[in-house]
């Protein structure tokens, strides 16, 4: 069976730090593009950042540049996403993904085609207070 499973989510207070991990099971990671996504009560899911699959180039939206990061460790077919510097905008379900497209320089094009991706976790709520 396939699944990506998330944890690591939390309530945190501003300037704060969480790691979320989503952990795949069924198929091999390595082989996809990945990404993460949140989604804000009211508000449409969006791209976060997202990675290649062969190059593992890596964009960032610009409300989380220089604050998270992402990354992925083919050992234990997981990724993750380092969360620094939190604020109360960045609370919203954070949803992990998998896209099957195969190539380079392709993180920024993922991470606007939500419809493109083959499998997502269940979702984590982060939550930022002031």
């Known amino acids: 069976e396939v699944q990506l499973v998330e944890s690591g989510g939390g309530l945190v207070q501003a300037g704060g730090s969480l790691r979320l991990s989503c952990a795949a099971s069924?198929?091999?990671?390595?082989?996809?593009?990945i990404g993460w996504f949140r989604q804000a009560p009211g508000k449409e899911r969006e791209g976060v950042s997202c990675?290649?699959?062969?190059?593992?180039?890596?964009y960032y939206s610009d409300s989380v540049k220089g604050r998270f990061t992402i990354s992925r460790e083919d050992a234990n077919n997981t990724m993750y996403l380092q969360m620094n510097s939190l604020k109360p905008e960045d609370t919203g379900v954070y949803y992990c993904?998998?896209?099957?497209?195969?190539?380079?320089?392709?993180?920024?094009?993922?991470?606007?085609?939500?419809?493109?991706?083959?499998?997502w976790g269940q979702g984590t709520q982060v939550t930022v207070s002031s």
């Open positions: 993904a998998a896209h099957r497209i195969v190539g380079i320089g392709l993180a920024r094009y993922v991470c606007k085609d939500l419809r493109g991706f083959d499998y």
């Open positions: 069924g198929f091999t990671l390595d082989a996809y593009a």
């Open positions: 990675t290649s699959s062969l190059d593992r180039s890596t």
